[in-house]
């Protein structure tokens, strides 16, 4: 795989306010953003851009074309950090927001990337926004969020923090059993070649840790954060964001040019330089950390902390003559959002998040939904979603294109996000579930099996004797809460869909007994073709 960084077509895209400079090598974009009142970043890309082709190219970072072939790469706030990855162990840190109690499968896509650098031979940090949660993000948002209160961030911290680092476990152990490392897709450069060494042995840990931005936070006042960072702030590049511009040109309606736009709070305006200052605080501190990743809905953000660090940089240098333009002191890089191929989105802000709580999602409703992927989405997704080696993914798709209905791709993809995110046992209480669900190889389950398959698992209602046996099909429908009325449930069983243990139910009268029960304990009511409930008697 190679990656031409001479082939440089139209540089330049103007807008009004703005500058963005695009850099297209292959079939990846390197994009980064210049803004009004940044002139050293813009001369520095300004100059960047403009080499001409006899002079030396910038050797492509294996780590880099990896992250492109998987798909986990969408911009660069500069060329010069494949250099810059490639020259030393380096340290990048991602940062996840506690507005919610769960993490989503759109939060995979950065955090796998993340592993994709520790197998690379460099260290990664993972910031929870104990401090800035508070605040949340205005990225990707037509309107402020609710305020959280202080119970509710707390929890929501706790949460994540357990999540991530439950996670993290998960990964270790895939690594570990999986033997993998950094892929041979691509000539690993020296550093990479002794990452690589070590990461091979299953002893290897993930270099990644886990921090909370309220560490560095406490006794920060109002006037410090302003002479710290507020002096470094440029209003032309806070309002040329387009967390900030979308929001301040955006309308109640679009069809009433009279309402008021709708606007935004100072707070969530002044969220960029949060974010900016947590960067300064890793970059300036015993991390060292040079590299923020971030969604492509985080590149204003992660602009303003390469910007903030830049500024205080250029203030202490006696002579910017002396300073070498194809080297800055921290860099951006962001990954796409996470996308299905009609374009919808995932995560909290799209409403249709796919949380990764088992407590709000069962381990088989994780497997279900990404076995359900279209054909059009499994190649993306288990390229991106997995840490498969790219040639195995290949084999995969070659298998499944001889006879898509056998779903072989969707299956992979499925079983290997379950494991990374929910660990083996997941795997096998999924598979246990299926089973259940859809009546084979029960003979092989334990009741214990069973109920551990379905644990936090809404779908499974626990009946007491009495309030199972002798009772009618159509109350049982409305206590397992599979219908909301009798008159629902009969209708349902007139109209042939309502199941039990996968038989059609076809009298309204039809009561449930001792014989009702697979293995004398639990029963399996369906409504349609998917909407179950597994009834355990005890």
Same mark, same amino acid.
């Given at each position: 795989?190679?990656?031409?960084?001479?082939?440089?077509?139209?540089?330049?895209?103007?807008?009004?306010?703005?500058?963005?400079?695009? %850099?297209?090598?292959?079939?990846?974009?390197?994009?980064?953003?210049?803004?009004?009142?940044? #002139?050293?970043?813009?001369?520095?890309?300004?100059?960047?851009?403009?080499?001409?082709?006899?002079?030396?190219?910038?050797?492509?970072?294996?780590?880099?074309?990896?992250?492109?072939?998987?798909?986990?790469?969408?911009?660069?706030?500069?060329?010069?950090?494949?250099?810059?990855?490639?020259?030393?162990?380096?340290?990048?840190?991602?940062?996840?927001?506690?507005?919610?109690?769960?993490?989503?499968?759109?939060?995979?896509? /950065?955090?796998?990337?993340?592993?994709?650098?520790?197998?690379? +031979?460099?260290?990664?940090?993972?910031?929870?926004?104990?401090?800035?949660?508070?605040?949340?993000?205005?990225?990707?948002?037509?309107? !402020?969020?609710?305020?959280?209160? /202080?119970?509710?961030?707390?929890?929501?911290?706790?949460?994540?923090?357990?999540?991530?680092?439950?996670?993290?476990?998960?990964?270790?152990?895939?690594?570990?059993?999986?033997?993998?490392?950094?892929?041979?897709?691509?000539?690993?450069?020296?550093?990479?070649?002794? *990452?690589?060494?070590?990461?091979?042995?299953?002893?290897?840990?993930?270099?990644?840790?886990?921090?909370?931005?309220?560490?560095?936070?406490?006794?920060?006042?109002?006037?410090?954060?302003?002479?710290?960072?507020?002096?470094?702030?440029?209003? @032309?590049?806070?309002?040329?964001?387009?967390?900030?511009? *979308?929001?301040?040109?955006?309308?109640?309606?679009?069809?009433?040019?009279?309402?008021?736009?709708? +606007?935004?709070?100072?707070?969530?305006?002044?969220?960029?330089?949060?974010?900016?200052?947590?960067?300064?605080?890793?970059?300036?501190?015993?991390?060292?950390?040079?590299?923020?990743?971030? +969604?492509?809905?985080?590149?204003?953000? &992660?602009?303003?902390?390469?910007?903030?660090?830049?500024?205080?940089?250029?203030?202490?240098?006696?002579?910017?003559?002396?300073?070498?333009?194809?080297?800055?002191?921290?860099?951006?890089? =962001?990954?796409?959002?996470?996308?299905?191929?009609?374009?919808?989105?995932?995560?909290?802000?799209?409403?249709?998040?796919?949380?990764?709580?088992?407590?709000?999602?069962?381990?088989?409703?994780?497997?279900?939904?990404?076995?359900?992927?279209?054909?059009?989405?499994?190649?993306?997704?288990?390229?991106?979603?997995?840490?498969?080696?790219?040639?195995?993914?290949?084999?995969?798709?070659?298998?499944?294109?001889?006879?898509?209905?056998?779903?072989?791709?969707? !299956?992979?993809?499925?079983?290997? &996000?379950?494991?990374?995110?929910?660990?083996?046992?997941?795997?096998?209480?999924?598979?246990?579930?299926?089973? %259940?669900?859809?009546?084979?190889?029960?003979?092989?389950?334990?009741?214990?099996?069973?109920?551990?398959?379905?644990?936090?698992?809404?779908?499974?209602?626990?009946?007491?004797?009495?309030?199972?046996?002798?009772?009618?099909?159509?109350?049982?429908?409305?206590?397992?809460?599979? =219908?909301?009325?009798?008159?629902?449930?009969?209708?349902?069983?007139?109209? +042939?869909? #309502?199941?039990?243990?996968?038989?059609?139910?076809?009298?309204?009268?039809?009561?449930? @007994?001792?014989?009702?029960?697979?293995?004398?304990?639990?029963?399996?009511?369906?409504?349609?073709?998917?909407?179950?409930?597994?009834?355990?008697?005890?």
């Amino acid at each position: 795989m190679t990656c031409n960084l001479r082939k440089v077509p139209r540089l330049f895209e103007r807008s009004d306010n703005w500058t963005q400079v695009r %850099v297209r090598r292959a079939d990846v974009f390197l994009s980064r953003t210049s803004l009004p009142g940044n #002139v050293r970043l813009a001369s520095h890309f300004a100059k960047e851009s403009n080499k001409s082709k006899g002079e030396a190219s910038i050797e492509p970072n294996a780590l880099l074309q990896q992250l492109q072939a998987r798909g986990l790469l969408q911009d660069l706030t500069s060329r010069a950090v494949h250099q810059h990855l490639s020259s030393a162990k380096r340290t990048i840190y991602l940062g996840v927001d506690p507005s919610a109690s769960s993490l989503h499968v759109g939060n995979l896509l /950065p955090l796998l990337a993340l592993v994709h650098f520790t197998l690379a +031979g460099h260290s990664a940090l993972l910031l929870v926004g104990g401090a800035t949660g508070s605040i949340g993000d205005p990225s990707g948002r037509s309107k !402020e969020r609710n305020a959280l209160d /202080p119970e509710t961030l707390n929890d929501n911290i706790k949460s994540i923090e357990t999540q991530v680092n439950n996670i993290l476990h998960n990964v270790q152990g895939y690594l570990e059993r999986r033997r993998v490392s950094y892929s041979r897709d691509t000539k690993p450069t020296t550093l990479e070649r002794a *990452s690589v060494a070590s990461a091979d042995m299953p002893s290897a840990r993930l270099r990644i840790e886990v921090i909370n931005n309220a560490e560095w936070y406490q006794g920060v006042g109002v006037l410090r954060f302003l002479t710290d960072v507020g002096r470094y702030a440029r209003m @032309s590049d806070m309002l040329a964001r387009e967390s900030v511009a *979308s929001r301040l040109g955006a309308r109640n309606s679009s069809d009433d040019q009279s309402s008021e736009p709708i +606007g935004m709070s100072f707070t969530e305006f002044s969220y960029q330089l949060l974010q900016a200052y947590d960067f300064s605080v890793l970059h300036d501190g015993p991390y060292q950390c040079t590299l923020q990743l971030g +969604g492509s809905d985080q590149l204003g953000n &992660i602009m303003a902390g390469v910007q903030l660090i830049l500024r205080k940089h250029n203030s202490t240098q006696p002579s910017r003559s002396e300073q070498k333009d194809d080297i800055l002191p921290a860099y951006g890089i =962001t990954v796409p959002l996470l996308t299905t191929s009609n374009g919808a989105k995932f995560g909290k802000s799209a409403g249709n998040a796919i949380w990764l709580d088992p407590k709000l999602l069962s381990d088989y409703d994780l497997y279900q939904y990404f076995w359900r992927s279209t054909d059009a989405d499994v190649h993306k997704f288990l390229n991106a979603l997995t840490l498969l080696p790219l040639e195995e993914v290949e084999r995969i798709m070659q298998r499944h294109r001889q006879d898509p209905s056998k779903r072989i791709a969707q !299956e992979a993809l499925a079983l290997e &996000i379950l494991e990374l995110v929910r660990g083996p046992k997941a795997v096998q209480r999924a598979r246990d579930a299926q089973k %259940v669900l859809f009546g084979s190889g029960l003979e092989s389950l334990k009741v214990q099996d069973i109920k551990a398959a379905f644990d936090n698992d809404p779908k499974m209602v626990r009946l007491t004797r009495e309030a199972f046996e002798g009772v009618d099909i159509l109350a049982i429908c409305v206590t397992a809460q599979a =219908t909301k009325s009798r008159g629902e449930a009969r209708r349902l069983v007139h109209n +042939g869909g #309502v199941y039990l243990n996968n038989v059609a139910v076809k009298d309204t009268a039809f009561k449930l @007994s001792q014989d009702s029960l697979l293995k004398g304990v639990f029963c399996v009511l369906r409504i349609g073709k998917s909407d179950h409930r597994i009834l355990v008697v005890e």
